[in-house]
């Protein structure tokens, strides 16, 4: 069955510091990966997806199909990157999107 | 402009009552999603419609929940002699394009807390 682990449920890291949120998936064809954000008291709303090969707010991500793995990166974290980051796999043929638990991004002064 | 909105943003209800949940999508978008998410998990896929279209409703978790969306805007997710183990947040989102080929992005609602006591 297709699955999405995020193993981190809590990440605290200094300002200014290297941000490294994982991502493994469990899908044997051809993925689409998203990372969605939520901000305290704020919805859902999408980061960046892989196809798009962009960087959002300075984050990227990179799909790995040998490591079946799509971890979002950022060189310096902000105090405004505190938020809760999940990682969603889709797939051609299905309507749904499969989320991660979710990782707590804290990013200390 | 306007995004998805939901209604009510809570709802507690005693145990075996009926809830009626709705979901304002955004105008136009031809896909709409209801999700489930249990505290301190992800958000579960319950239902998708196509317009006013119910293509996939494996993800609800038994014959107590229903879905509609009859004009294929305005959607509303209703859940029967609600049980404890049915207090989550239900998010709802929607999406401007045909769901199942290429995956478009999907907007979400608030959502709406329910408690079931």
């Known amino acids: 069955a297709q699955r999405v682990t995020q193993p981190e449920k809590l990440l605290s890291v200094f300002k200014g510091a290297p941000v490294e949120l994982k991502c493994n998936y469990s899908?044997?064809?051809?993925?689409?990966l998203f990372w969605y954000v939520q901000y305290s008291r704020q919805r859902l709303q999408l980061l960046l997806r892989?196809?798009s090969r962009e960087s959002i707010k300075g984050f990227t991500a990179d799909l790995n199909k040998g490591e079946t793995s799509f971890h979002l990166k950022k060189p310096f974290a902000q105090e405004e990157d505190s938020a809760m980051y999940y990682c969603?796999?889709?797939?051609?043929?299905?309507?749904?999107?499969?989320f991660g638990t979710g990782t707590r991004l804290k990013v200390l002064a | 402009g306007a995004g998805v909105s939901q209604s009510p943003r809570y709802k507690v209800a005693k145990r075996g009552q009926d809830v009626a949940l709705r979901c304002d999508p955004i105008?136009?978008?031809?896909?709409l999603f209801w999700y489930q998410q249990a505290l301190g998990q992800g958000p579960e896929f319950l239902t998708y419609?196509?317009?006013?279209?119910?293509?996939?409703k494996s993800g609800l978790p038994s014959d107590r929940f229903f879905a509609e969306r009859p004009e294929g805007s305005v959607s509303t997710l209703k859940i029967q002699r609600t049980q404890q183990e049915d207090s989550a947040v239900y998010l709802c989102?929607?999406?401007?394009?045909?769901?199942?080929?290429?995956?478009?992005?999907?907007?979400f609602g608030p959502g709406t807390r329910l408690t079931v006591l």
């Open positions: 989102a929607s999406s401007l394009n045909i769901a199942g080929t290429r995956s478009d992005t999907q907007y």
């Open positions: 969603a796999l889709s797939f051609f043929g299905t309507y749904k999107y499969i």
């Open positions: 899908y044997s064809g051809s993925p689409e």
């Open positions: 892989h196809i």
């Open positions: 419609f196509q317009n006013e279209a119910q293509l996939d």
């Open positions: 105008s136009g978008h031809v896909s």
